[in-house]
Structures are given as C-alpha cells and as structure tokens.
C-alpha cells in the first residue's frame, strides 16, 4: 500500500528577532509531542481501514478462518488503543470484526502487526530501555529518557518492562564451544528474614567460546549453587558440551562443571596468585613465598608459537611437547620439595592443579584453535557486572539481579549477535519504505 500524507504545518515567528536554538527546540518539540505519533497514528489508521475491507469483503488472501471455520466478518465497533514508542504516545482506534457465524471479534491490525492482546509499548522502545538501564540505575535511566531522549517514563514502569523482557532470558547457543568459562562474584541482594536470606547475594556466570573465537553468553543465575545451573544447561532439552573448561580453581566450580566439558584448564595467574596464600597459611616466610611464587610462574610460562598450526614445523611441535613434560617434571619435583619443607598445603594445591595447567598446548597441538590461558577476559566482564550491581545499585532481587546480568553479557559478549536478536524480534525486514518528497510553504 502506498499512500500519500500531507502534513499542514503552521508556524508563527516574531519579526523583528528571533534566535535560531529557540526555532530548532520549537520544532522538536512540536513533532516529538505532536508530529511523529500523530503521522504513525494515520498510517496504522489507512492500513486498519484497508484491513477491514479486505477482511469483511472477502478479498483477504489468504482468508482468516474463525474457529468455527467460517471466513465472512463484519464491522463491529471501534476501539480506542494507545501504544507508548519512542515517538511518542500513539493514540488511535482500531476496528473489530465479528464472524457472522458465531459472533466472535477480532482485530485485523492487532494481526496484522503482530503485536499482543494487551500490549502497551512498542519493541523499540524496550529495546531502549534494557539497553538505558543496564548502563545506569532505574531512576538515572529514567531521567535520561525523559531529559535526552525525550520519552516519559516512569522508574516503576522501566523497572517491570525490563524485568519481563525476553531478551534477558538465556537461549542455548547454536555453534558448538571450545571453550566454556565460569565465574561468580557477590552483591548486596534484598534480605528476606522469612526464608532465611540475608543480604549477602551470590551471582553465577557461565559463558563459552566458538572456535572462532566468538564469545556467547550462557546466562547468570542468583541463588543457585553450580551443581543446580548444570542440571538447567544440560538438561535433556539443552545438550551440549565445551571441549575445555577454564576456570579460576574456585573450590566446588571445576568439579560441578566437569561434566559440561571434556577437559580442564586452570588459569595460571590465578594458581600463582593464590600459592601465596596457601603458603601463608603454612607460616612460610615472605621471602619464601615470593621465591615459589616466582619458580611456579617460570615452570608454567609456556608460549604458543605465533602463526597458524600447519606453518609450525614438525620440529617445533616435537620441542613444544618436549617442554610441556619437562614443566610437569618439575611441577612434580617442586611438590615434593614443598613436602619435605613442611607445605602441605601448597604441595596438596599446586598437585591439584598440575595435570590441568598445560591443556591450552595440547588444544592447539591437536585442533590448532587458540584456547584461553586465564580467565582474563571473564574478569573484565565481571568487572562490567560489579559496575551495575555493585557501583550503581544495590538491594537487589534475585531474579531482578540475575536477569540484569544476562542483559549485560549479551550485549558486551556478542553485540552481532544482541543486534540480530533485536532485528528479528522487531520485525526490521525493509517493509515499511517513507521518503520526505518537499517541504514548501503554502
């Protein structure tokens, strides 16, 4: 359909002065107010019309039958209808047929755009104000949208629209992972005395890598120890498994998840980080703590050779596998060696984790894909997670706390991916074509 809008406009200006930042804000705000709802209330007007038409004439193709099975309607009545957008608040009627057999109505523009029985806001602009909030509070985001963007919206009404949005729900991934990594790390939740819960709150994340190295957020859940989040990952509807797991060593995580992935890697910065710590508690000097922590990351510092698989001769690959099983070597040495020293606890830590440590060599030697040494990338992503749940707001619910997390590693893992989601969910298929043809005074 196509259809030609003319829009009368009536401008008063004063004489003798008048500065030109006061024009533009007069115009933006007439059609921001105005304008902009009322040219999108016409057009969902022409198109309901043509709708009914078709629909009451027969000329619908292919024709709605009613659950009776009957294809003949007639007009009803109209409705009023109000649609908050990013343009405003759209205000029209839409009509309501009624099958001529049994007497049940419909909307044909409620169909026709797809939209819910009850819906209220356009998916824009949810899209804007996940995206609003997950930078900011509620009450900041919604400022922002009233002073910047220009759309009224309550804190109240920002919170539950964002709180029922599909899009910080977790969908399994469609390419199969190399590598999976887990996190957790606390926030002040809301206490709740009646079932016990204080307000230490713990958040959980999960995400994976391709061997393409694309990054896909697996989802975040509050309140639910490891070994429940794989029950919901690998259930009979979602199964899938990573070929390495990397992980921090964080007590209860790599033996839930081993079960998701078929071999592990431990990060190594975080094992000569915390060697100092278990020698700590084994009332080892400083001096001595810093010399094993200085001797593990030696051991343990073993480079990929730059370049693809196949360009590494068959040499190199002889002396990288060489090396790996001369480090393990002297892992194993340097466990007894704290044995006899009196290091339980740092010989029992570093022999937990030395069959672990090398499997980003062997990954590369058999696929020649890059795994993930550290969880490095999985710190700074929950950096960006402590900002908002940490920094920005606290008191948060459980679920409130878990599916602003999913907003939040959607859009910073995979923005191709947020941005396909987001296309596909607002229908942005090129079928709506406008063009400003002139702008004259009559």
């Not at 910047?148 to 709180?163: D, F, N």
């Not at 995580?253 to 020698?279: E, F, G, K, M, S």
């Amino acid at each position: 359909m196509q259809q030609l809008i003319g829009l009368e406009l009536s401008a008063t200006t004063s004489e003798s002065r008048f500065t030109l930042d006061e024009l533009v804000l007069k115009v933006r705000e007439l059609f921001t107010e105005q304008g902009m709802a009322q040219v999108v209330a016409l057009i969902l007007h022409l198109v309901d019309e043509l709708q009914a038409v078709r629909h009451t004439t027969g000329q619908a193709q292919p024709a709605r039958a009613c659950a009776c099975g009957h294809t003949r309607y007639e007009i009803k009545d109209r409705l009023p209808r109000q649609l908050h957008t990013s343009v405003g608040t759209v205000e029209f009627r839409w009509r309501r047929l009624a099958c001529r057999q049994c007497a049940k109505t419909w909307c044909p523009l409620r169909e026709f755009l797809g939209l819910e029985a009850w819906q209220s806001k356009s998916g824009e602009l949810e899209r804007i104000a996940v995206e609003v909030v997950s930078e900011q509070s509620y009450r900041r985001g919604s400022r922002h949208l009233a002073v910047a963007g220009e759309i009224p919206v309550a804190k109240s009404t920002l919170h539950r629209w964002v709180a029922d949005s599909p899009a910080a729900e977790w969908t399994p991934p469609a390419d199969p992972l190399a590598t999976l990594m887990a996190d957790g790390t606390g926030y002040k939740r809301r206490p709740a005395p009646a079932q016990g819960q204080d307000h230490r709150g713990e958040l959980r994340v999960l995400v994976g890598r391709t061997a393409q190295g694309q990054w896909k957020a697996l989802g975040a859940w509050s309140g639910q120890s490891w070994a429940q989040i794989v029950e919901q990952v690998s259930g009979p509807a979602r199964e899938f498994h990573a070929d390495t797991l990397v992980s921090d060593g964080e007590n209860g995580l790599a033996q839930a998840l081993a079960r998701l992935a078929h071999a592990q890697q431990r990060c190594p910065w975080h094992l000569v980080r915390d060697l100092n710590i278990a020698l700590w508690k084994d009332q080892a000097p400083l001096t001595q703590r810093r010399e094993q922590q200085h001797q593990l990351n030696q051991l343990i510092g073993i480079e990929l050779p730059a370049g693809e698989l196949e360009q590494v001769k068959p040499q190199e690959r002889a002396a990288l596998r060489q090396r790996v099983q001369s480090a393990e070597q002297h892992l194993a040495d340097l466990v007894r060696t704290l044995r006899r020293q009196g290091y339980e606890r740092a010989a029992n830590y570093i022999a937990d984790a030395q069959g672990k440590l090398f499997r980003y060599v062997e990954f590369w030697l058999e696929t020649g894909v890059v795994c993930p040494r550290t969880t490095g990338w999985l710190e700074r992503m929950m950096r960006e997670l402590g900002r908002r749940l940490k920094k920005i707001a606290f008191g948060w619910s459980e679920r409130g706390a878990a599916r602003m997390a999913c907003v939040i590693l959607r859009r910073i893992t995979d923005t191709a991916e947020w941005d396909a989601y987001w296309r596909q969910r607002l229908g942005l298929n090129n079928n709506v074509q406008l063009s400003l043809r002139s702008v004259k005074a009559l």
